[in-house]
Each structure stands twice: as structure tokens, then as C-alpha cells.
């Protein structure tokens, strides 16, 4: 489902090398930790799935389609297919729980008629239902973070991209966290999650990619290991 | 809806901004539409003015009229050209000055045939004049009207002057709406790059700005409006009234400035909405 072919990427102004040369293959339906110390390519490789970038090198495919191929409008339609989660929540500080789960249905055209029953459902998911009038500056961290990943989810995406989203909570929130993607993945969500916490990588047994100075260094599957 | 609303929201959240953008384009469609008027104005008087300006040809005796007459059609410049025979010529004389027409019936008619022609640009009609002059069985010529002939190239440096400040001031308007929205965008990056990360199309994200801009000039032009409307009607008014012989512009014309206003501020808004998100879209995405 997303394949990288031999990516490279630069970053000009910094003249930073993010990543070099990676080989990347990830099935649908998969769920693949991200794995590495700070700097080591995860986050550029997640934006590079999600077309923020261009790789300086090689190519990026989502079912068999170049990202770098995607203008305007399909780029919109592609994005919309990708959910996404960082380490800060980003939640729009103005807005509700409720009015942030709904703008993701607005921005993607879903009637209003369907809003209600698609945000009490994902807000039953992440545990959350009694919060939906609630700002984010009153929610806790982890409560933050668990509308974060209702947000992503909401849209019922194809694909799920986390960035370190357990980066600022504690062990008992972050695991609650990574129970919301197993939960996503169990329904046939790709699932690409980065992370440099060991707890959460034995907590579920995936296949894990290390990336480490912009280079993949390692891709263990459960059961085996690749170098 | 959801459009209108946060453009509505973006104009609450920055209050300041708005103002002083909404103060500019007022002002400046203020003294844009009270420049235009009087330009529309001046041109009336222009047009009054041109209309009256005219040159009398007066031919040899024995020229041939028709031929004279087809000669001066041919001229650069010419707008139109009259033959008067001279028969019609003492006719026209005597009709206006009863007394002389014994006097005519006495002599021989002492008057020339005459070609009255007139100039598609009236500030050419010295030079018209003279090129009259050189046709062969031309005796004379003759305008008048040299004091208006230099008002008129006053009028027409006033009204460039006029133009280059209309100019300054759309596109004075332009820029402030333009700022204001990249006000707007730096206030609300956060949003954006969620709304993009989320797969919001182009026109979703631009709708809310291109509507802020639209808002703010369509405000200041009716703003402009309500000041300068019966401010011109005023001295319309007070003109009239000690030189009535100056054209103004009546109730239709002024709706047709207000239109045109209201026009102009459309496109100003929509177009500076536009291009400044469009612009600044592009940085807040990296």
C-alpha cells in the first residue's frame, strides 16, 4: 500500500540529510513501529507519506500512485484518505470537541445530517463522550491527545499516521492511546506509528522499522528479523 | 455559511486590523468616487466646451465649394464639415439682423462661401486651422474660443492628475486588504495546516479570506458612499447656484458611480482575498 522506493531527502535550509536512500514496503492493513532516537528521519518519513514533502530523491507510492504526481484537488482527496496524529495534539484552541471533530467532517464534505452520530461515535471510542462541549485548554494531556486520535479517526482513514503521540503522556495514557490504534488497526487501518517508547513496541508486537541518521537500520517483523 | 461565518470571525478576532483597514478603503473610496465624480463632471464640461469649438474656412471667390468642402472631410482630425453658399450665408446674416437687408438688396452679397468645420479633438484645432489654411482657393480661417482652448489643456493635466491619484488610491485599498488578510492567515496558521492535513480543498481554505476582504471593501464602499454622495450633491447644490451654466451630474448618474463603486470594491476585495491567501497558503503549508 505505501512503498518507498530508495527515498532521499534534504532539507536545503538546513542542510540537513533526513533520509537517505530508504527502501520501504508497507502492506495494507499493516501495522508498522516507527522506530529511532530524535532525528532519526521518523517524522520527515511520516510527512513524506503525508505529501507535506517531496522526496529529494526516489519516490514515494501510495497504491501504486507518485505522491509527487498529486496536484491541487487530488492532493485534498489523497489526504483525506490518511489520518493523522502528532505529538501535540494541534487541536483548534477556539473550538469545542465537538466543533474539532466536526470540521474534519466539514472540510470533507460530510452532510451535516451525519455529523451527531459519527462524533458520539468515535467520542465513545476514545472514551471521551462527556468532554464534547469541552475546550481543549480544559482537557488534560492525555485527554488532548485521545481527541486527537478521534480526530483522525473520524474520518475513517485508510491510513493512520502517528508522530510520536504518546511523546507527552504518561505510561498509563500513552498505552490507552495505542489501545485507540489497535482498535483502528483490528478494523484494517494501516497504521504507521513512530515512536521511541520500548513499552509501547513490546506492549504489541508489530513489525517494527528502525531508522536511525536518516537510514533504515532495521525492519523486524514478529518472529523474525531483516537488517 | 460556514464560510461567511469565520470570515465574520477572522474581522472579530483582530478588531484593530480590521478597522484601520476598513478606515483606509473607506477613505480612500471616499476620495476615489468624489475624484471621479468631479472628473466625470470636468468631462461634461470638456464635452460642453468641444462641442462649441468650431473653425470657419473662408474660400477664395470662384472656388469650388463641393470640391472644397470633400477636401476637408479628407483632413486628419476633421469631424465634421458644413458648406454654407454664400447666398445662404447673407440669408442667415439678414435673419438675424433685420436692418441689414436693405442694405443687402443695395450691394452686390459681399460675403465668401464658408466651410464650418469641426474637430474631432478640439485641442487640435490650431493645427486643423492651419492645415484649412494651405488647401488652395482658401482666402482665410477663422476659430475663436482661445481662451477656452487652454482651459481645456488645464482640464485634460487636471484630469491625468486625477487619474494617477485614483489610481494610488485603488491600489492603496488593494494592499491594505491584502495585509489584512495576511493578518488574518498569521492568526490562524494553526488552523490552516490542520485544514490542510485533513484534506480540505483549496476553496474551503481561500472561501473565509476571499469573504473577509469582500466584507471589508463592500463595508468601506458603502461607508464611502453615504459620505460622498450627499457631499456632492451639496456642492453640486451650492455650484449651481452661482453658475448655473455648469452641467452636473443628476440621480442616474450618481447610481451609476454607486454601482460602479460597489464594483470596484467587489473585485478589490475578492481579487485581494484571494491572492493574499492564495500567496501565503503556500508558506503555512512548508
Redesign the interface.
Known sequence: MIHLHRVSLHYPRTKTLALYEVNLEIKRGEFVFLVGPSGAGKSSLLNLVLRRYHPTRGAVYVEGVNLRKLRGHRVALYRRRVGVVFQDHRLLPRRTVEENLAFVLRVRGVPRREWPERIARVLRTVGLSHKKRAFPEALSVGEAQRVAVARALIGEPQILLADEPTGNLDRDNALAVLELFKLAHAKGTTVVFATHARELVEAYPQRVVALKAGQLVADRRPGRMEA | M?ALREALLALWRHPVSSLATLTTAAVSFTLLLLVGLFLWNLDRVIGAAEGELEVAVFLKPGADLAALQEAARRLPGVARVRAIPKDEALKELTAADPYLKGAAELLENPLPDTLIVTPRDAVALPELARALGRLPGVDGVEYGGRLTLELLRVARGVRLGALALILMLILNTFFSVMGTIRLSIENRK??L??????????G?ILLPFVLEGLLLTLLAALVALAIAIPGYRYLAGALARFLAFLPTLGPADLATAAYALLLLAFFLGTVGGWLSSRAHLKEV??
Open positions: 460556514y494553526d488552523e495546516e490542520v485544514m490542510q492535513l485533513v484534506g480540505a480543498s483549496r474551503t503549508a512548508g
